[in-house]
């Protein structure tokens, strides 16, 4: 039994009131060659005993992060993230995945909301804070736009450092809100000098630290040089852990922060769900897109927490907004606010020290082996090596003896000509056993 | 007495000498109610008739003020900055938004006077 309201009547109805004879007439302006002329070949329907076992079947298949040595990061780090993390997020004073739109009855989610703004001020460095945003890739976006608005200008700079995928998101959003983009060649190398690409029309110049390629950089001539030419400077931030060992963007003059947030509360999850960090400088506040939640005082004097600034969003003035999200990564948040409040400032310096620790050991065992050379003069958890060969087949091979080994950058950057590059990542979740099993492996597969 | 005249979106003009002064009318004031943030425009900068020059956000509402006038902004009152609430105590007179010099004074002919806009108000209710 199929349990569709309509019947045939009424969609003939339907039909007839807009004026077309079938539903596929609804679908004419999509391309011919993109439409599928077939059934999907998907099997027949089953018992629920039949698709277990067929699915768990599909699932083994799959190498889990947590079963073998596991150095694979690039924008999504695997942590160890507290029983207690999710135990509390699914009580259900807390369990939605969005931010409530009466928001001011539900109290405890805005104080959510509230200390997780002040959680990332404080980690970034910067003064105020937005409730989330969907991820890394789409903060960036919209931190360009932003700095578009702030500035009048419409030409941003993107540094040979950010993530491929950050600069592809970027690139989308600009090509359809009449942004500019000027961006640098990848930087393996982290010698870039984005100095000269600036001038007086530069709307911003985005950096990520640590760069995708790992490496470490002062930012502070950089942000001077942005400022003196009336420019912003965006900083993302795609390994939260970093900035418990690193000074953060603030304290080195970012204008806008932004970061992903899946490192701390969050699984891996396939890529998603996952949480945008987004900070700025609290003159810039009103061209912040995003939920922010404020703190104030009841009629009686008692604490209390709302909704502010929502006059910005896009519910109250539509197409003026400063953006289209009209929500934020609440789930996600109270996951990253919670694992946060659990390690503490000096747990996370911990954690952070602990993470460094281990992309040191396993960055010089991969340097013992011939022919193996690491290419950062700094780094947080992440590094780049250059391998003898091409990168991605030395990463399947050592996958089918059971490491999955780190990035093939060429995966991300299939033209750049950096096909003997492989990014490394390590976190307190890597074991001496792992970058042992790791060393080994990659010296024989190698020899 | 110089003289001010209105447009059906609640902004007022005040021409002296070159140059006009452009508010947003007591009437605005009293819909949008408590103003809390002024976004205005860049001195320098060339607005259209009918184009967005500046922002006024209210506990309620966000809303844009359009230029009654083709025109260069040539000065910003940034008083309204720190006290945007000058809107609420004196709409048409400390509280205006920009002054701009025209590019066709002849433009402001085809607004309403005072007398019209009231009558205009009238209608509305």
Redesign the interface.
Known sequence: MRYLPHTAQDRRAMLQTIGVNSVDDLFVDVPRSAVLAKPVDLPDHAGELAVERTLSKMAARNVAAGTVPFFVGGGAYRHHVPAAVDHLIQRSEFLTAYTPYQPEISQGTLQVLFEFQTQVALLTGMEVANASMYDGATACAEAVLMANRLT?RRRAVLSGGLHPQYRAVVETQSRFLDGEIVAAAPDATGEEDLLALIDDETACVVVQNPTFFGHLHDLRKLAEVCHANGALLVVAVTETVSLGAVTSPGAMGADIVVGEGQSLGNALNFGGPYLGLFATREKFV?QMPGRLCGETVDADGRRGFVLTLS??EQH??RE?ATSNICTNSGLCSLAFTIHLSLLGEDGFRQLAALNHARACEAAARLAQIPGVSVLNNSFFNEFTVRLPRAAAGVVDTLAERGVLAGIPVSRLLPAAGLDDLMLVAATETTTEEDVAAFGDALAEVLR | MSDVRFTKDHEWVRLEGDTATIGISEYAQEQLGDVVFIELPTVGADVEAGGDAAVVESVKAASEVYSPVLGRIVEVNDDLEATPGLVNESAEDEGWFWRMELSDPDELEALMTAKDYKAFLEGLD
Do not use: A, P
């Open positions: 009048r009103r006059t910005r109250i003035r003026k």
